[in-house]
C-alpha cells in the first residue's frame, strides 16, 4: 500500500491511498466526466428547474455507471467500493446527478435484477444500463413515506392465476417518474406487497411533476397515478412478497448515499477553501483568520471522517458482512456531517455563497431532500436505536 508522501488538503488522511488502482480510476473516471459534463451547467440547471436527463443518461449508461454494481444484462459487475467511489465523485457535482443513478441503478433497476423474471431481465436491464430506457421507483404515497407498510395503492388479480392485474392507488414524490419508460411500483395484493412493472403510456397511468421545490431542483421529482391501470399478469416481479422487496432495493441506494454525501461535503469543503485563500479582507486572505481556519479544519476532519465510515461500510459490503443497520449508520452520519459542513462553508463564502455561481448553498438545499429520503434521519435514528436497545420505538 501506498504512504502518504505529501499533504492534499482535500485527503489529508489520505483516505485515497486506501482504494485500489481500479477504484482510483474509476473515480478519476467519473471526476473528469462531472468536470466537463456537469459542472459547467449545473448552477443553470439547478437554477431553472431543467436538466437534460434524457441526453445525459445514455452519456452515464457509457460512462458505466448505470446499474455499474450488478452483473450481467450489461452492466458492469463492479465492487462495492467502485460504486461508491462513482456516487461519491456525481454528488460532488449535484446530489441530483446521483439521485438518477441511485433511483436507476439501485432501485428499479436492482428490484428487476433481484425479483424479475429472465423476460423482464432481458427485456429492461441491458437498455437501462445503456441509459436508453429510463426507470423510476414508487414506494412512497401521498400518505405514506415512513411507513410504507400502511400503503393504500393496491393490485387485484382479475381472473385467477394467469389474469390480469388492476392497479389503483398514487405514488407521490418519484424521482425520474414523469419520464420514466419503467416504473416499479409497489402496491399491496391479497398475498402481501408487491413489485408492479407499468410502462410508460399504459392507459389509466398519470405523472404531474412537482413544482417548487427549493432542493435537488437538477432532479424531476413526480406524483404518479394510477386509475385502474390494467396490467398483464407478467408484470408483477415473481421473486417477491412482503415489504422486504422494496426495503432490500433501498438498502442499495442508501448505501450509495452514504458515499455521495462524502462527495457533497469534500465539495463544500474545498469550495470554501479555495474561496478562504483568496478572499481578502482587512488587508489579508481570510484564510489567515483563526476563525476561518477553525472552520476549515473542522470541516476536513468531518469529511476524512465521513470518507473512512463510507470505505469501512463498502468494504464490509465486500465481504458480504454489511448489515442494514451498518447502511443506516452511514447514512444517518454522512448526510448529517454534509449538510452541516454545506452550511458552515456557506458562511465561509459570504454573500457569494448564496449564488449558484459557487456551489454550496445548491449542495445544502440538496442535502435536505438526502436527509428526508431514503428514510429519514429520524427513522435511521430508530433503526440504530433498536440495533443497540433491542427496543423498536417505530409504533
Ligand atoms: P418491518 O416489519 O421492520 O420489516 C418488514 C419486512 O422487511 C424486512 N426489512 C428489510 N429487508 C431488507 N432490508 C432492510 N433494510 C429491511 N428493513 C426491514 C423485514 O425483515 C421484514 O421482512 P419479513 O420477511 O419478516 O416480512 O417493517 P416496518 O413496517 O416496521 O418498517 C420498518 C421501517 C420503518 C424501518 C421501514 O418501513 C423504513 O425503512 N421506512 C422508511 C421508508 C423509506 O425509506 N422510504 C424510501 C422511499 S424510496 C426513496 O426515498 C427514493 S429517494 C430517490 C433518490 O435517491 O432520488
Ligand atoms: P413523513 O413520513 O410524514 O415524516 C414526517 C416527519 O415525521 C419526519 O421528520 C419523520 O422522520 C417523522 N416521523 C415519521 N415517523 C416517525 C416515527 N415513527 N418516529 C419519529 N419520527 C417520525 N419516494 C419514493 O418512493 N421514490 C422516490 O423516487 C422518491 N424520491 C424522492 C425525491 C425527493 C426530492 C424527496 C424529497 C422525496 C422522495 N421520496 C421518494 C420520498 C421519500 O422517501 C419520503 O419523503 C420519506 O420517506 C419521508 O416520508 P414523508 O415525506 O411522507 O414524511
Known amino acids: 500500500m501506498t504512504k502518504p508522501t505529501r499533504i492534499d488538503p482535500a485527503d ?75 456516487c461519491m465523485e456525481l454528488e460532488a457535482a449535484d446530489s441530483g446527478l446521483r439521485s438518477f443513478v441511485s433511483v436507476q441503478g439501485s432501485l428499479a433497476m436492482r428490484s428487476i435484477h433481484a425479483y424479475g423474471s429472465e423476460e423482464q431481465k432481458q427485456r429492461w436491464l441491458p437498455g437501462m444500463a445503456a441509459g436508453e430506457l429510463i426507470g423510476c421507483f414508487g414506494l412512497t404515497e401521498p400518505d405514506f413515506g415512513s411507513d410504507p407498510a400502511n400503503m393504500r395503492t393496491r393490485a387485484v388479480r382479475k381472473g385467477g392465476e394467469r389474469g390480469d392485474w388492476v392497479l389503483s392507488g398514487s405514488k407521490m414524490w418519484i424521482t425520474n417518474g414523469s419520464i420514466a419508460d419503467v416504473a416499479v411500483v409497489w402496491a399491496q395484493t391479497e398475498e402481501g406487497v408487491r413489485g408492479f412493472l407499468v410502462e410508460r403510456g399504459t392507459p389509466g397511468l398519470t405523472a404531474t411533476d412537482v413544482h417548487g421545490k427549493l432542493s435537488l431542483r437538477a432532479s424531476v421529482t413526480s406524483e404518479l397515478a394510477f386509475d385502474e391501470v390494467v396490467l398483464p399478469a407478467d408484470a408483477v416481479l415473481p421473486g417477491v412478497t412482503g415489504l422486504r422487496g422494496p426495503l432490500s ?56 471522517k465521513a470518507y473512512l465510515v463510507a470505505l469501512r461500510i463498502g468494504r464490509l459490503k465486500e465481504e458480504g458482512a454489511a448489515r442494514p443497520q451498518h447502511i443506516s449508520f452511514g447514512k444517518l452520519n454522512n448526510v448529517r456531517t454534509a449538510l452541516e459542513v454545506a452550511r458552515s462553508a456557506r458562511t465561509v463564502l459570504g454573500a457569494n455563497g448564496i449564488t449558484t455561481e459557487y456551489p454550496v448553498l445548491r449542495h445544502a438545499n440538496n442535502l435536505e431532500s438526502v436527509l428526508t429520503y431514503e428514510g429519514t434521519s429520524e427513522i435511521h435514528t430508530l433503526i440504530l436505536g433498536e440495533a443497540i436497545t433491542g427496543e423498536s420505538a417505530y409504533r
Open 12 to 86: 489529508l488522511l489520505a483516505v485515497g491511498d486506501l482504494l485500489s488502482d481500479e477504484e482510483r480510476l474509476i473515480r478519476d473516471t467519473v471526476r473528469r466526466f462531472t468536470e466537463e459534463r456537469i459542472r459547467p451547467h449545473i448552477g443553470d440547471w439547478f437554477e431553472h428547474g431543467t436538466v437534460p436527463v434524457r441526453e445525459l443518461a445514455p452519456e452515464l449508461g457509457a460512462l458505466g455507471v448505470l446499474g455499474m454494481h450488478l452483473d450481467g444484462y450489461g452492466c458492469a459487475g463492479a465492487g462495492a467500493v467502485a460504486y461508491g467511489v462513482a
Open 249 to 304: 432495493s433501498l438498502n442499495e441506494a442508501r448505501y450509495g448515499i452514504l458515499w455521495g454525501t462524502v462527495g457533497a461535503a469534500r465539495d463544500c469543503y474545498t469550495a470554501a477553501l479555495d474561496y478562504a485563500k483568496s478572499r481578502i479582507q482587512f488587508d489579508r486572505p481570510i484564510a489567515g483568520f483563526q476563525l476561518t481556519q477553525q472552520k476549515l479544519v473542522e470541516m476536513m476532519l468531518e469529511v476524512e
